[in-house]
């Protein structure tokens, strides 16, 4: 398991990199290189109705916070609710999706262990080709589903 950085990583309110992804908003506020590869942390920002589809990482877990809204979330063969304050974990490999259930926009903090699949949403920017997304996806440890049925 890659060794964190020893020195704090701050990053000021407002701060991060910011990239649209399928529309969502992903604002990356620790990246890979800042903890030398052990962890990475991104706010994602969803519409209503918004959020990332049916996908698995085989190499990445994934940690997640509700910080505002509702989500409704597939986990394996769970489906659930997560209203603001959830937190819930997807291991690698497990089949997952979360679409924003709020009328409002949604925000959630995520930290991706180990760090690198941040480099997909820099890559995935402004990207609305669903062709082009999922060649981007097979590099960067992401696999597209078809939706549950």
């Excluded at 309110?13 to 052990?38: F, Q």
């Excluded at 259930?101 to 180990?114: D, F, G, K």
């Excluded at 949403?121 to 996806?137: G, H, L, S, V």
Aim: glycine share 8%; aromatic share 8%.
């Amino acid at each position: 398991m890659p060794e964190s950085t020893p020195t704090p990583i701050i990053t000021a309110v407002g701060g991060g990199r910011t990239w649209n992804v399928v529309g969502d908003k992903i604002i990356c506020k620790v990246t890979d290189d800042h903890t030398h590869g052990a962890y990475a942390v991104v706010e994602e920002i969803s519409p209503p109705q918004g959020g990332p589809p049916l996908h698995f990482h085989r190499s990445t877990d994934e940690i997640f916070y509700v910080i505002e809204g509702e989500y409704q979330v597939v986990c394996g063969d769970r489906t659930f609710s997560a209203p603001q304050g959830t937190v819930f974990i997807v291991p690698k490999s497990v089949p997952h999706s979360l679409r924003n259930i709020s009328a409002a926009t949604s925000r959630l903090l995520v930290t991706l262990i180990p760090g690198g699949f941040e480099k997909f949403f820099a890559e995935a920017n402004d990207i609305t080709d669903p062709a082009k997304i999922m060649e981007i996806a097979k590099h960067h440890d992401v696999e597209f589903l078809p939706p549950k049925a």
